[in-house]
Protein backbone atom coordinates (compact mmCIF):
# COMPACT_ATOMS: atom_id res chain seq x y z
CA UNK A 1 0.00 0.00 0.00
CA UNK A 2 1.16 3.45 -0.76
CA UNK A 3 -0.08 6.82 1.55
CA UNK A 4 0.40 10.16 -0.27
CA UNK A 5 2.13 12.81 1.52
CA UNK A 6 3.16 15.99 1.86
CA UNK A 7 6.21 17.33 4.19
CA UNK A 8 6.43 20.53 4.87
CA UNK A 9 9.92 19.69 6.10
CA UNK A 10 10.81 17.11 3.09
CA UNK A 11 11.20 14.45 5.39
CA UNK A 12 9.67 11.22 4.92
CA UNK A 13 8.88 8.76 7.91
CA UNK A 14 10.61 5.97 8.18
CA UNK A 15 10.69 2.25 9.34
CA UNK A 16 13.74 1.94 11.87
CA UNK A 17 13.95 -1.50 10.98
CA UNK A 18 12.98 -4.56 8.33
CA UNK A 19 10.23 -5.92 10.94
CA UNK A 20 9.24 -2.63 12.49
CA UNK A 21 4.91 -2.47 12.50
CA UNK A 22 5.55 0.88 12.68
CA UNK A 23 7.09 4.18 11.18
CA UNK A 24 8.06 7.14 13.24
CA UNK A 25 6.61 10.69 13.07
CA UNK A 26 9.23 13.18 13.88
CA UNK A 27 8.47 16.54 15.25
CA UNK A 28 8.47 19.79 12.99
CA UNK A 29 10.31 22.82 14.57
CA UNK A 30 10.98 25.13 11.86
CA UNK A 31 10.58 28.29 14.61
CA UNK A 32 13.08 25.95 17.12
CA UNK A 33 13.42 23.62 20.13
CA UNK A 34 10.10 23.30 22.01
CA UNK A 35 10.51 23.22 25.87
CA UNK A 36 7.90 20.23 26.99
CA UNK A 37 7.58 21.64 31.12
CA UNK A 38 7.40 18.63 33.76
CA UNK A 39 4.06 18.38 34.00
CA UNK A 40 2.77 19.89 31.29
CA UNK A 41 1.16 18.49 27.88
CA UNK A 42 0.99 20.25 24.12
CA UNK A 43 0.27 19.50 20.42
CA UNK A 44 3.39 18.75 18.21
CA UNK A 45 3.54 19.58 15.05
CA UNK A 46 4.65 16.92 12.38
CA UNK A 47 4.72 18.86 9.17
CA UNK A 48 3.01 15.95 7.68
CA UNK A 49 -0.26 15.99 5.47
CA UNK A 50 -1.22 12.41 5.10
CA UNK A 51 -4.02 10.70 2.52
CA UNK A 52 -5.08 7.85 4.27
CA UNK A 53 -7.37 4.80 2.00
CA UNK A 54 -10.58 4.14 2.81
CA UNK A 55 -11.01 1.51 5.65
CA UNK A 56 -7.75 2.48 7.02
CA UNK A 57 -6.57 3.98 9.80
CA UNK A 58 -3.23 5.46 11.86
CA UNK A 59 -2.94 4.87 14.76
CA UNK A 60 -0.36 6.83 16.35
CA UNK A 61 1.47 5.70 19.55
CA UNK A 62 4.30 6.76 22.07
CA UNK A 63 7.87 5.80 21.40
CA UNK A 64 9.07 3.36 24.13
CA UNK A 65 12.59 4.87 24.65
CA UNK A 66 10.86 8.50 24.92
CA UNK A 67 8.72 6.82 27.53
CA UNK A 68 10.72 4.98 29.51
CA UNK A 69 14.08 7.27 29.38
CA UNK A 70 12.09 10.66 29.42
CA UNK A 71 8.15 10.28 30.81
CA UNK A 72 7.06 11.42 27.20
CA UNK A 73 4.02 9.84 25.85
CA UNK A 74 1.17 10.82 24.42
CA UNK A 75 -2.32 12.56 26.51
CA UNK A 76 -4.65 10.23 24.67
CA UNK A 77 -2.90 6.81 24.88
CA UNK A 78 -3.23 6.02 21.48
CA UNK A 79 -4.60 8.51 18.93
CA UNK A 80 -6.22 7.88 15.37
CA UNK A 81 -5.91 9.36 12.43
CA UNK A 82 -9.67 8.64 10.04
CA UNK A 83 -8.71 8.17 6.29
CA UNK A 84 -11.08 11.13 5.96
CA UNK A 85 -8.66 13.63 7.75
CA UNK A 86 -6.84 16.15 5.94
CA UNK A 87 -5.20 18.55 8.05
CA UNK A 88 -1.19 18.48 9.77
CA UNK A 89 -0.65 15.52 11.85
CA UNK A 90 0.25 16.69 15.51
CA UNK A 91 0.73 14.87 18.10
CA UNK A 92 0.02 15.37 21.52
CA UNK A 93 2.42 14.89 24.10
CA UNK A 94 2.47 15.42 27.77
CA UNK A 95 5.29 15.15 30.23
CA UNK A 96 5.10 12.95 33.19
CA UNK A 97 8.47 13.16 34.63
CA UNK A 98 9.59 16.08 36.85
CA UNK A 99 12.55 17.28 34.38
CA UNK A 100 11.70 19.70 31.76
CA UNK A 101 12.41 17.57 27.71
CA UNK A 102 13.95 19.89 25.11
CA UNK A 103 12.13 18.88 21.80
CA UNK A 104 14.64 19.65 18.64
CA UNK A 105 13.25 19.88 15.25
CA UNK A 106 13.38 16.44 13.51
CA UNK A 107 13.64 14.35 16.50
CA UNK A 108 10.79 11.39 16.70
CA UNK A 109 8.34 11.85 18.79
CA UNK A 110 6.09 9.05 18.09
CA UNK A 111 5.21 5.96 15.94
CA UNK A 112 2.63 5.25 13.71
CA UNK A 113 0.77 1.86 12.88
CA UNK A 114 -1.89 1.13 9.99
CA UNK A 115 -4.58 -0.71 11.01
CA UNK A 116 -7.38 -1.97 8.53
CA UNK A 117 -10.81 -1.11 10.17
CA UNK A 118 -14.17 -1.82 9.61
CA UNK A 119 -17.56 0.14 10.63
CA UNK A 120 -20.30 -1.61 11.99
CA UNK A 121 -24.22 -1.69 12.35
CA UNK A 122 -25.50 -1.94 15.22
CA UNK A 123 -28.68 -4.17 16.12
CA UNK A 124 -30.54 -3.13 19.09
CA UNK A 125 -32.06 -5.32 20.85
CA UNK A 126 -34.80 -5.06 24.05
CA UNK A 127 -32.79 -7.18 26.83
CA UNK A 128 -29.77 -8.42 27.97
CA UNK A 129 -31.11 -11.97 27.56
CA UNK A 130 -31.00 -11.55 23.95
CA UNK A 131 -27.06 -11.01 23.93
CA UNK A 132 -25.82 -14.65 23.55
CA UNK A 133 -23.57 -15.88 26.74
CA UNK A 134 -20.01 -17.14 27.68
CA UNK A 135 -18.23 -18.60 30.34
CA UNK A 136 -16.29 -15.66 30.60
CA UNK A 137 -20.05 -13.68 31.08
CA UNK A 138 -19.80 -10.52 32.68
CA UNK A 139 -16.44 -10.83 34.40
CA UNK A 140 -14.45 -7.87 34.25
CA UNK A 141 -11.22 -6.21 35.69
CA UNK A 142 -9.15 -9.00 37.65
CA UNK A 143 -11.85 -11.55 37.22
CA UNK A 144 -9.08 -14.14 36.72
CA UNK A 145 -7.01 -13.33 39.72
CA UNK A 146 -3.98 -10.51 39.67
Do not use: C
Request: charged share 25%; no cysteine.
Amino acid sequence: MKLKIVSKSGRIPEYQTKGSAGFDLEAYLPEGDFLLKAGERALIPTGYFVELPDGYEAQVRARSGLSIKHGIGLVNGVGTVDPDYRGEWNVPLINWSKEDYLIKDGERIAQVVISKFEQVEFEVVNDISEISETERGAGGFGHTGK
